[in-house]
């Protein structure tokens, strides 16, 4: 393989690690998932609030919240029959940020 690409710890990148990292990103690129993300990053949220939020309707919200969680960028915690939204782990925030910081530059 390339010498020149990225390298992960010392070692290289498999084609499944490309996959993977092209997914991630697919996620990031749509508009509406991406404002979702935001919208997480500053704390919990239910799918009301978040369609509230968005000025979109609560299916639309549910339906991609279903892919986020898919790809491990948002999780969910039920208390009866509430459910709420949260990202993952931190460096779903440490992606947001650093793009932000990317496309401010």
Partial sequence: ?????????????????????????????????????????????????IARRLGMSQSAISHQLRVLRGARLVKHEKEGKKVTYSLDDEHVEDILKVGIEHVRH
């Fill in 1 to 49: 393989m390339n010498e020149g690409y990225v390298k992960k710890s010392g070692e290289e990148l498999s084609i499944d690690d490309f996959a993977k990292l092209a997914e991630l990103y697919k996620n990031f690129s749509d508009p509406t998932r991406l404002r979702i993300i935001i919208e997480l990053a500053s704390g919990a949220l239910c799918v009301q609030r």
